[in-house]
């Protein structure tokens, strides 16, 4: 049973930083796109950074201010969040593919992953 846990969500004011993590286990990751999403109130979950195959993506509104990465050997992929906006607030997720065999959905998009973290708040005080 594939589990993914997020933590070190939290309260910061504009201009901070916050490292998020998401410990994966029940299966190999490795091969595996491994994402974040976000979801503020009263809008729909949207696509904020992806790792696959050494490769990252970023949704533009992120691009230079997080980082994503992932140490394999832990099953841990990382979102270093840096020059926090007030628009940042949210419940953050991560997520990962059902396997290692690449379905023919863009990695930004929900439908390419199967299984979702229960997230963790980040709240931007301006």
């Known amino acids: 049973q594939v589990q993914l846990v997020e933590s070190g969500g939290g309260l910061v004011q504009a201009g901070g930083s916050l490292r998020l993590s998401c410990a994966a286990s029940?299966?190999?990751?490795?091969?595996?796109?491994m994402g974040w999403f976000r979801q503020a109130p009263g809008k729909e979950r949207e696509f904020v950074a992806a790792?696959?195959?050494?490769?990252?993506y970023y949704a533009d509104s992120v691009k230079g201010r997080f980082t994503i990465s992932r140490d394999n050997a832990k099953n841990t992929v990382y979102l270093q969040m840096n020059s926090l906006k007030p628009e940042d607030t949210a419940v953050y997720y991560c997520?990962?593919?059902?396997?290692?065999?690449?379905?023919?959905?863009?990695?930004?998009?929900?439908?390419?992953?199967?299984?979702w973290g229960q997230g963790t708040q980040v709240t931007v005080s301006s």
């Open positions: 997520a990962t593919e059902a396997t290692s065999v690449k379905p023919p959905v863009p990695i930004i998009r929900l439908s390419r992953y199967e299984y």
């Open positions: 029940g299966g190999t990751f490795s091969s595996r796109a």
């Open positions: 790792m696959s195959g050494g490769i990252r």
